[in-house]
């Protein structure tokens, strides 16, 4: 979980990652604790959609920069919690009635989409997202933009955002469009060993007790996490692909009978992004190994004839071509 997250961190094109697992495993507390080890990023001053001084086009940075007045601002990277009791409006924006009825104005109130731009979007119990929320999300997702028509308005702005779910499977299934769109997977166990358990729950006791305290002891090896995201992020691009690991990719999604391409892609992008973290020059085997499983095991088809979990059979797969 924690490397699949810091995954997403570095490339945001991987496409977000859903964590299913047992009640109580850490799973909410990891993802927000991530927005604490992201450096600020620059958004133009007084825009209420986060844009990027460069690129992004909306309504209100289109008219700052128009106007010359362009100034910008360090901001923390959002992480927007998506209820599942929110609205379409409160989701989408929707026209600020307050202002159309004491002034007569209409004005759009941005949603969380919004906030969320180029930040993260946590969706608790994504399994149970009305699916009228779901479609919306995906329509999003593959557009990189929101738009809104109703009430007379026509507003357009950005909404690209990574994409993070976690849930509790037995509360029912992902809907499988939705369940595609993120690009990692991976399942949170309960800890069976005495060991583990026993420093969760001192930690966890350390932490409600005196939180600065906890904070200031943790505080280097935060600093160190966030300093290796930073110079990952930065060596990214600096990552070369051989054939042989393109190669090695499409053999294993072959052997495993993936549907589409989206498997190939997403599996080379999250092994770059973990080279990345590694400091090393290039994607080689041991990279596509440690991410293949939760890059693959929820894109698999059910055969009835094998009672394996998807996991396993990516282990399989992996050990038939890589070797033990």
């Not at 490339?11 to 080890?37: E, M, N, Q, Y």
């Not at 600020?40 to 128009?66: F, H, I, S, W």
């Not at 731009?117 to 929320?133: C, K, M, P, Q, S």
Request: contains cysteine; proline residues 5%; hydrophobic residues 45%.
């Amino acid at each position: 979980m924690k490397l699949g997250l810091m995954i997403v961190a570095v490339d945001p094109t991987v496409g977000g990652i859903l964590v299913f697992g047992d009640r109580g495993t850490g799973k909410s507390t990891a993802v927000r604790g991530l927005a604490g080890l992201l450096p600020p990023m620059q958004a133009v001053e007084g825009c209420r959609y986060n844009c990027a001084p460069t690129g992004d086009t909306c309504v209100e940075g289109c008219r700052l920069k128009a106007a010359r007045r362009t100034t910008t601002r360090a901001v923390p990277v959002p992480v927007v919690d998506l209820p599942l009791g929110a609205t379409e409006d409160r989701v989408v924006g929707a026209i600020d009635l307050e202002r159309a009825l004491t002034c007569g104005e209409k004005v759009f109130e941005p949603g969380l989409l919004a906030r969320a731009h180029r930040g993260f979007l946590y969706i608790d119990e994504a399994n149970l997202l009305e699916d009228h929320l779901v479609d919306l999300l995906l329509d999003v997702a593959a557009s990189g933009e929101n738009v809104v028509e109703r009430e007379g308005l026509s507003i357009r702005h950005p909404a690209r955002f990574v994409l993070i779910g976690s849930g509790n499977p037995e509360e029912g299934e992902l809907r499988p469009q939705l369940l595609d769109r993120f690009g990692l997977s991976v399942d949170v166990k309960t800890p069976q060993d005495l060991a583990t358990r026993v420093t969760v729950v001192r930690r966890r006791d350390a932490f409600e007790r005196d939180r600065e305290a906890f904070a200031a002891t943790w505080k280097d090896a935060d600093a160190a996490l966030a300093r290796n995201l930073a110079a990952a992020r930065k060596r990214l691009a600096r990552i070369a692909v051989p054939d042989s690991a393109v190669e090695r990719a499409a053999q294993l999604c072959l052997a495993l009978g993936t549907d589409g391409l989206r498997g190939e892609l997403t599996l080379i992008r999250a092994a770059r992004a973990v080279a990345a973290l590694d400091g090393a020059g290039a994607v080689g085997d041991d990279e596509i190994r440690r991410v293949a499983p939760m890059t693959l095991r929820h894109r698999l088809r059910r055969d009835p004839l094998d009672e394996t979990g998807s996991t396993a059979r990516v282990d399989r797969a992996i050990a038939e071509i890589f070797g033990p």
